[in-house]
């Protein structure tokens, strides 16, 4: 997820701007967490000073998070037609569209912010209007790549505004913020035309029905599916909400206009299997993805069986093979044909591999690279390969690092400021470091013991102590009830073994129960489940 700040001016006085404001989502560490943001705890101090957000594109990574952490920042935001329709769209749900300022600017603009002199320059990615933002100011001017790729045939969109780049070169460019997922790929990413090409000869060959599955946001590479599907004399049926969500927006910004109606869903069973196309969402394996209720035989109007075929037109995200995997087990279940990027070349990356970024530094000529987007090996293998294309400084930076860059060229980390994560637990926005969170990975690990006994007034135990438990396994040696009885017994044993007056308090009772049912179950089990005594006194 990205969500970068950039500041100008005396401490006192410093206006800031922010640049991308995303998600990233969760994973098996964070059980019942789906997304996940930045914490703006340092730039909600400085709040008055923000003159403006500014979006580069509209991937979740880059905008998923505007909604929710605006309410914090209240700042105006601009984005391009294509993004700003999304973010409209997203504001909308979340009842804030009346509150939010939101500019709509034209690709290749320049506008000021407080000290900031802003221009968008066209640039590829796996989707509609990427930008990277010529950021000057008095210091200099800073390059914000944002995600980008050279493709010299994108199918949709204008190609790489290449004499803007050498523009800014020539103009001078201190610093150089780019994109490093692909470092450590040699060559170039390849173009999205070669990607439709391939998918009109793979579509030729199937005989069934067909399913591809994409991400949505991807436009060009809708484009590409809709046109081999139509060069097949195949009609396309779009089956996810996020595929109607961006074939919306698309169409909004004059986009997908030369392209047949969409069938509808409920009409689509009626066609001939080698006359219908279906475009899914679910390319990662998500579980309530289009594809996976199809592979589960759980989707109302959508089947798929021996003779069909599932085309991911996709590539692993890292984190998400189990997902992937076993979706494509149960199609495979199910008769299904199964073709991937690794089969055939279906699929091309949206982010650059080295020959591209090494034309890239030649354009700008920056004279400090600042690598991001990527792992600790991807930042590092990127300032690497900065220095051996002779670019003077690089410096790697890590999540809330304050890099202070000077006209000079030189550039040093000169502080760290907060930079947490946020988790959108159900409809609650919290700490990544929230004890429920830890709570919830104890319990995942080892379960849940509660236990409730009644004491009286003078200590006495008056009833249990009763069990009850969650997630605790059994076994034929050790049976449900033979494991409550042990544990029942143990925490009697404890309470006995108090002296008379702390009988009496209801927080030591709580305490040496909880130890004494807790080491029993670990003896039999060799687990630690979290235990939870109630005392009630009568």
Known sequence: MNFNLYGYGPEH???????????????LSTPGVELIMPDPQFIEEYRDKIVGMVLTHAHEDHMGAVAQLWP????????????????????????????????????????????????????????????????????????????????????????????????LGNEGVLAMVCDSTNVFSKGSAGSEGDVRDALVEVIAEQTGKVAVAAFASNVARLQSIIEAAEANDRRVCLV??????????????????????????????FFPDEKILYLCTGSQGEPRAALSRIAEGSHRHVTLG??????????????????????????????????????????????????????????????IAIPVHGERRHLIEHAAFARSIQVPHAVTVRNGDLVEMHASGEAAVIDEVPAGRL???GQFLVSAQAESMRERRRLAWAGQVMVALTISERGELLSGPDIRVNGIPETDEFPMDRLLDRMADAGEAAFDALPGKDRRDTDAVEEAVRLGVRREIARIWGKKPAVDVLVMEV
Request: hydrophobic letters at 40%.
């Open 240 to 269: 996810g909400r996020s595929m109607f969500r961006m074939t919306s927006a698309a169409r909004h910004v004059g986009l997908l206009q030369k392209v047949r109606d969409f069938v509808d869903v409920e009409e689509a069973g």
């Open 72 to 167: 914090s920042l209240q700042c105006p935001i601009y984005a391009t037609p294509f993004t700003a329709w999304l973010v409209n769209d997203r504001l909308h749900e979340h009842g804030l569209t009346e509150e939010v300022e939101l500019h709509e600017i034209g690709l290749n603009s320049r506008f000021e912010l407080g000290p900031f002199d802003i221009q968008l320059v066209t640039l590829t990615h796996s989707i509609p209007e990427p930008n990277g933002l010529a950021i000057r100011t008095p210091a200099g001017t800073v390059l914000h790549t944002g995600d980008w790729k050279i493709d010299p045939d994108p199918v949709i969109g204008e190609e790489t505004d290449v004499s803007a780049l050498e523009a």
């Open 13 to 27: 006085d410093r206006k800031w701007i922010i640049v991308d404001c995303g998600v990233t989502f969760g994973d």
């Open 423 to 425: 988790h959108m637990d």
């Open 306 to 367: 021996a003779g069909d075929t599932v085309i991911f037109s996709s590539r692993i995200i890292p984190g998400n093979e189990i997902g992937i995997f076993d979706l494509q087990n149960r199609l495979a279940e199910r008769g299904v044909k199964i073709i991937t990027e690794k089969d055939r070349p279906i699929h091309v990356s949206g982010h650059p591999c080295r020959d591209e970024l090494a034309q890239m530094y030649g354009w700008a000529k920056p004279k």
